[in-house]
């Protein structure tokens, strides 16, 4: 409804990445290397090719122009300088930006029926050679589908590897993505189990964007579609930032790639401040597993962050849904994301009918001040100063509009965030949970000189 690692050599094409404002170098630099004005990054937005959905990819940038084309086309070149919504591309797109980290680019979805049933939203990433997803549903009543897109020329080699409740489950190794190009990968191949599971995604050759998108169905008919965040790689501390509030499960997914059992505390960080949930306070998850605990009885229907501290590394998510029936249920995934920086911003397209609330998550013991500028569309953005309390969380409601950009600004470390979405939509009541990754985390910057038009 959120692990960056520097990029394996590209052979022969890649001539510098940079990573997290890292520079390594993947071969030694050309003698007369295209300069730093020429340098680009830029991330991918997946865009389901679906007849049923409201598919909207926004992107922006602050005081830079954002370019976008499809993954197809990429010669086929849009450029603004102004917020760009492109609608039901109906293929992966690329957005860039020149020589800045100061942008930001998400993908919402809507249905009120067929395979893509629901809400949905996802943040859009770079190539990497590592990506972490945890709550993959492979039950008998799910589908999920691994999206890996390739915006180098040359192959990238893709390996899967899966956490399940009892221990790791065998996965597709040395799938070939081509230059330029999607690869969809159906974890049906994984046995089944009616646990959720976590997958690690790593590259042996190249690098890929990597996507989860998984269905739910209730024998024939589909009643939930999700994307999967793709999470930080395992840690010893994680915060997790978006619970929505109300009704419905809250099912705690952590995962232990290690070869020891991890001791796992859980901090429930509320508007009320700090607390311990009675009957869920520790999990203890052997080597190589995923475990779930249940959160909502204690959560009492609040919205809130989770905070995890853990003996060893390990990562998490937490699967949500509206408590409703089968035939208005719906369903999104909460990740484990990093803080955010002292200034990001996010475009958000939820549309006129659906209903947005940022979620801000402090983890710190002091009191984290923040300011806000949040813009409908093109508009001027209105600045509000919110005080988000030590170890305690926070929702600013947003406008109801086509698309709000959302900027943050915050001398704090330890600030988490997230939208959490609610529409109606037919019967469905929709619910979707974006983690807000600032696109630096996401991105490479690479200056490209063999093949200018993906640049």
Same mark, same amino acid.
């Given at each position: ?10 052979a022969l094409v890649l001539a510098a990445a940079v990573t997290a404002g890292?520079?390594? =170098? ?22 389901? @090719?679906?007849? $049923? ?18 993954? =197809? ?63 993959? @549903? ?20 893709? @390996? ?15 799938? =070939? ?83 020891? $059992? ?120 209105? @600045? ?40 109606s939509s037919g019967g469905v009541k929709g619910i979707a949970v974006l ?21």
């Amino acid at each position: 409804m959120k692990p960056w690692i520097v990029p394996a050599a590209l052979a022969l094409v890649l001539a510098a990445a940079v990573t997290a404002g890292s520079l390594v =170098s993947a071969q030694p630099l050309p003698e007369s290397p295209v300069g730093e004005s020429d340098s680009r990054v830029s991330v991918v937005c997946p865009a389901p @090719d679906t007849a $049923t959905a409201d598919v909207r990819v926004a992107a922006v940038a602050v005081g830079e122009t954002v370019r976008t084309s499809k993954l =197809s086309t990429p010669r086929k070149v849009a450029e603004s300088n102004k917020l760009v919504v492109v609608e039901n591309p109906r293929q992966p797109m690329r957005v860039s930006v020149k020589d800045t980290h100061l942008f930001g680019a998400t993908t919402i979805s809507s249905a009120p029926n067929g395979p893509s049933r629901g809400l949905a939203a996802s943040g859009c990433a770079s190539p990497q050679s590592e990506h972490w997803f945890t709550g993959v @549903d492979v039950s008998k009543e799910a589908q999920a589908d691994l999206i890996l897109v390739n915006l180098d020329s040359a192959e990238a080699v893709v @390996d899967l590897v899966a956490y399940g409740p009892g221990g790791r489950l065998n996965a597709p190794r040395g799938v =070939s993505v081509k230059g330029g190009s999607q690869q969809a990968v159906p974890l049906s191949v994984i046995d089944r189990t009616d646990q959720p599971i976590t997958l690690k995604v790593t590259t042996s050759q190249g690098r890929v964007a990597a996507f989860l998108r998984q269905f739910s169905w209730n024998r024939t008919a589909p009643y939930s579609s999700d994307w999967v965040p793709d999470g930080l790689a395992p840690a010893a501390n994680l915060v997790l930032p978006g619970i929505p509030a109300g009704g419905g499960s809250r099912t705690l997914v952590v995962s232990n790639p290690g070869e020891l $059992t991890a001791g796992v505390d859980i901090d429930v960080l509320s508007p009320t401040g700090l607390s311990q949930l009675s009957d869920a306070q520790r999990i203890d998850v052997p080597p190589a597993t995923t475990q779930t605990i249940e959160l909502a009885p204690g959560l009492d229907g609040e919205a809130a962050g989770v905070r995890l501290t853990s003996n060893l590394p390990v990562t998490a998510a937490v699967l949500v849904d509206n408590g409703r029936p089968t035939a208005s249920i719906d369903s999104a995934v909460a990740g484990y994301t990093p803080p955010l920086p002292s200034d990001a911003v996010w475009p958000v397209s939820l549309g006129t009918g659906t209903t947005g609330q940022l979620q801000l998550v402090n983890a710190a013991a002091t009191d984290a001040t923040v300011t806000l500028s949040i813009a409908k569309g093109t508009a001027a953005a209105v @600045d509000t100063t919110v005080t988000v309390p030590a170890e305690s969380s926070t929702t600013v409601a947003l406008p109801k509009t086509l698309t709000t950009v959302i900027r943050i600004r915050t001398d704090s470390t330890l600030l988490y965030g997230s939208v959490v979405a609610t529409s109606s939509s037919g019967g469905v009541k929709g619910i979707a949970v974006l983690d807000l990754v600032a696109s630096e985390a996401r991105s490479s910057r690479a200056t490209i000189a063999y093949d200018p038009h993906l640049s």
